[in-house]
């Protein structure tokens, strides 16, 4: 990977993300970025509110934290709000190099696990016809260089550039949480994981896959008295660093918890219904009313349940639960972040190896395209001309949820069918000797 081709791809990504921020509608963005928990207008909002001395929190506009509101607050003072996206190009580097590394993170980790996994195949575990479907440096060949164009040249990355969407900030934090976690810092992982929750609630999901590394070991299997020292660790980091966040921002705020219900109870009670790129904004706005909390509580047991599963199914594989828990909390959190999503997306070149096994390529890759097609033509159908109504906008998004789901669906079927491969053999046959095909019911 030569060091001109990188540059020269860095280069064409952040010209492509300046160019729609300068020519793409404000509508056409809004029909994709729109979320009310990392909006630009309502960063700007607060600023002035906070300039101003006039209570930041008492309204259904601002919904960052007050630290962090603090340093937007300084940055928009030192830099001027018309420059301010110079700041969101130095954070749009930050994160490029920071998936290359989270790239080759993630590979070294996935080597040592299969690597691990054939010194220690005393008990028969691997077939020896599954060899193959082992993992090997030639699997992650050219994978940093892909990351990084799928990162530069993703759609939904450039849109959330364009909205200059805030999300940027927690997509770094969580990447580096990754990064830090699977490099067994552990401590300074769970300390990161603590601060992407107090921006946003749901990155304190990626707790579970740090625990999880901290039970069982990347590089060497871990005794009890360690696992017990590094859980407890990994605990009194989170909780110690989002306490003082807490506790901070409260001091801060002149002893005030009115921040608490802006902040954190807004994306667990679902309170702004504005149309987004998410799929409860529409149930929640044709719900009955006594039917309300009922449903909060549904979605919210929903995901949490989901998570909790994937960590009692994957927890010996953290890299692969940490890759499926981030997919599932952002199709299921509330307020969706097409930012996220861009950079889960622009990951799929590290699981190159199950290639092979993956079935719904295809049909994800289309109804993710369609979905682009389909979202800002019904919503300027619907908002503009009034030829539309919400049910287009909404089957829209759906059709984004369904290529996300398709998407963890695959994923979960084609690791699951290798290592079943794996400990079964990849040349399955009857005793009469005739060759079986493993297809898909």
């Given at each position: 990977m030569r060091p001109v081709t990188v540059c020269l791809v860095i280069l064409l990504g952040l010209a492509l993300r300046l160019?729609?921020?300068?020519?793409?509608?404000?509508?056409?963005?809004?029909?994709?970025?729109?979320?009310?928990?990392?909006?630009?207008?309502?960063?700007?909002?607060?600023?002035?509110?906070?300039?101003?001395?006039?209570?930041?929190?008492?309204?259904?506009?601002?919904?960052?934290?007050?630290?962090?509101?603090?340093?937007?607050?300084?940055?928009?003072?030192?830099?001027?709000?018309?420059?301010?996206?110079?700041?969101?190009?130095?954070?749009?580097?930050?994160?490029?190099?920071?998936?290359?590394?989270?790239?080759?993170?993630?590979?070294?980790?996935?080597?040592?696990?299969?690597?691990?996994?054939?010194?220690?195949?005393?008990?028969?575990?691997?077939?020896?016809?599954?060899?193959?479907?082992?993992?090997?440096?030639?699997?992650?060949?050219?994978?940093?260089?892909?990351?990084?164009?799928?990162?530069?040249?993703?759609?939904?990355?450039?849109?959330?550039?364009?909205?200059?969407?805030?999300?940027?900030?927690?997509?770094?934090?969580?990447?580096?949480?990754?990064?830090?976690?699977?490099?067994?810092?552990?401590?300074?992982?769970?300390?990161?994981?603590?601060?992407?929750?107090?921006?946003?609630?749901y990155p304190g999901y990626l707790l579970l896959p740090i625990l999880a590394v901290a039970y069982v070991g990347l590089l060497r299997p871990v005794r009890l008295p360690q696992r017990v020292l590094r859980i407890t660790s990994c605990l009194v980091g989170f909780v110690g660093t989002f306490g003082g966040l807490i506790w901070g921002s409260y001091v801060l705020e002149g002893h005030d918890w009115s921040f608490m219900d802006s902040i954190y109870l807004h994306q667990l009670r679902f309170v702004d219904c504005t149309p987004q790129l998410g799929i409860y904004w529409y149930l929640f706005v044709e719900m009955f009313e006594h039917f309300y909390e009922l449903f909060i509580w549904v979605f919210q047991l929903l995901l949490a349940s989901l998570v909790v599963a994937m960590l009692m199914r994957f927890y010996e594989e953290p890299v692969f639960l940490c890759y499926t828990i981030l997919l599932i909390t952002n199709v299921l959190q509330p307020y969706h972040s097409i930012g996220e999503f861009g950079y889960l997306i622009a990951l799929l070149p590290v699981w190159g190896f199950l290639q092979t096994q993956c079935r719904l390529y295809l049909p994800t890759t289309c109804v993710l395209l369609a979905s682009l097609v389909l979202t800002p033509l019904f919503h300027y159908m619907w908002l503009q001309p009034g030829t539309a109504n919400a049910n287009f906008y909404f089957a829209a998004c759906m059709v984004y949820a369904v290529g996300q789901i398709f998407l963890i669906t695959d994923m979960l079927n084609s690791f699951v069918r290798r290592e079943y491969l794996l400990r079964v053999g990849s040349k399955l046959q009857l005793s009469s000797g005739q060759q079986l095909v493993l297809v898909n019911s």
């Open positions: 160019l729609f921020k300068r020519y793409a509608s404000q509508t056409f963005i809004n029909s994709f970025a729109y979320s009310p928990v990392d909006q630009w207008d309502s960063i700007l909002e607060g600023v002035f509110l906070l300039r101003s001395g006039l209570p930041v929190y008492d309204n259904d506009i601002v919904h960052q934290p007050p630290l962090a509101l603090h340093l937007w607050s300084l940055a928009v003072s030192y830099i001027g709000e018309s420059r301010c996206i110079s700041c969101f190009l130095i954070m749009e580097l930050v994160m490029i190099f920071s998936m290359m590394r989270l790239c080759n993170v993630f590979s070294k980790v996935l080597l040592a696990l299969d690597s691990r996994r054939k010194k220690t195949n005393t008990a028969g575990e691997i077939h020896p016809s599954s060899q193959d479907l082992l993992v090997s440096e030639n699997s992650f060949i050219g994978a940093p260089i892909r990351v990084l164009i799928c990162y530069c040249f993703n759609p939904f990355s450039i849109l959330a550039f364009a909205a200059q969407s805030t999300s940027i900030v927690w997509n770094i934090i969580c990447v580096w949480t990754m990064i830090t976690c699977f490099q067994d810092h552990l401590f300074i992982s769970s300390c990161l994981c603590a601060l992407g929750c107090y921006l946003r609630l």
